[in-house]
């Protein structure tokens, strides 16, 4: 009976084992499989989140804008410049649509007549508004201060170019590598200021927004929706960039960057000059050079901030840009250079039989 009652327990002990090594190395090897499968596509799906959030804050901006041009009759300036040295600056386009991005009480606390450094607009300089910022931006560059100054991810259509003060002339348009441009082909750039100008004229139908002298009258030009002859939803309003946000280089004076800024490389994006050196005369014109190199989309994602006013964005391939009918639409950076110029262009089709004419352009 002893025998027998032993041999049953240690039948009963043997029915039980435990993972070998081999087994648990397998485990283990599948478990760190499916991770590594699993963190890109979690990477993948938060990008996608931040690309839709981005566009959904670009769209408000946009109906902002759009409401400004049909309430004040014009579309804003990009920036405001006093019309005498040393031409201080006053405020940029964002300061003019705050009111529809409901900060009417930061809007009506700003002096317009005063520099963004006055005492009275500094202290609002500091303010940052998460509408203005794409979350992509901020994403990727947190220790910037995104959070704390008043960032930008998003600026106007300037076309080929802004205007400035040239060797002793005012208005003179240039594009953004500092060329003058000789828009019409007439060996002349940089004309005085007042009076009917082939350049300026042509100057006017390759974009949207543009600098103005504050009251001075000096460099005075801007769009209608009316005026926009090629179309509204074929005309883009808008376009990231992530290089024209707070800079913390400017340390305490954020008003040097961000939404504050009047400055031209941080208002507006601008398309390579179609013409070599700016010179538009026959021969040298290639709407290809719209989008290459420094002025190739995506191409100043490694400038510092404040120096690379083109779109720029950190979405793979292209960026988001929003049109005069409201939609926001991603934009591929490899768009053909003449499409590009001319859904840049607001009155395109005017610049039929001159040297700039444009092919029809228009994103399927």
């Not at 950076?333 to 395109?348: E, K, L, R, T």
Request: hydrophobic share 35%; aromatic share 8%.
């Amino acid at each position: 009976m002893k025998t027998t009652s032993t041999c049953n327990r240690s039948a009963g002990r043997t029915t039980r084992r435990g993972f070998s090594l081999v087994e648990l190395i397998v485990v283990m090897s599948l478990i760190g499989l499916l991770v590594a499968l699993l963190l890109p596509a979690i990477g993948q799906s938060r990008a996608a989140a931040r690309r839709i959030e981005c566009m959904s804050r670009l769209r408000n901006v946009t109906v902002a804008m759009l409401n400004v041009a049909d309430s004040t009759g014009r579309f804003p300036a990009c920036g405001n410049f006093t019309d005498t040295p040393p031409f201080e600056t006053r405020h940029s386009w964002v300061v003019d649509v705050l009111p529809w991005l409901d900060q009417a009480n930061v809007a009506n606390s700003w002096n317009k007549d005063a520099s963004p450094s006055d005492p009275i607009n500094a202290p609002l300089t500091h303010l940052n508004f998460p509408v203005l910022d794409c979350p992509s931006d901020i994403s990727v560059k947190p220790s910037e201060g995104t959070t704390t100054y008043g960032n930008l991810s998003y600026v106007v259509n300037g076309g080929v170019g802004f205007t400035t003060y040239y060797a002793s002339v005012h208005d003179c348009p240039v594009d953004f590598q500092g060329h003058k441009l000789d828009l019409d082909g007439d060996g002349i750039s940089c004309p005085p200021s007042g009076g009917n100008n082939p350049d300026k004229a042509l100057f006017l139908r390759l974009g949207l927004f543009f600098n103005e002298t504050w009251k001075g009258g000096v460099s005075e030009r801007h769009h209608t929706i009316a005026s926009v002859t090629d179309g509204m939803s074929n005309t883009v309003i808008l376009s990231e960039n992530v290089r024209t946000g707070y800079n913390p280089a400017a340390g305490v004076d954020p008003w040097t960057s961000g939404w504050a800024s009047p400055g031209s490389f941080i208002t507006s994006f601008y398309i390579g000059d179609p013409c070599l050196d700016g010179n538009c005369t026959a021969g040298n014109v290639d709407y290809q050079r719209s989008n290459s190199g420094e002025a190739a989309i995506n191409s100043g994602l490694r400038r510092p901030e404040g120096t690379s006013p083109i779109p720029n964005s950190f979405h793979v391939g292209g960026v988001n840009m929003s049109f005069g009918d409201g939609r926001v639409q991603f934009v591929s950076q490899v768009i053909d250079g003449s499409v590009y110029a001319a859904i840049v262009s607001p009155q395109g089709a005017n610049l039929a039989n001159s040297l700039l004419e444009q092919s029809p352009g228009g994103i399927p």
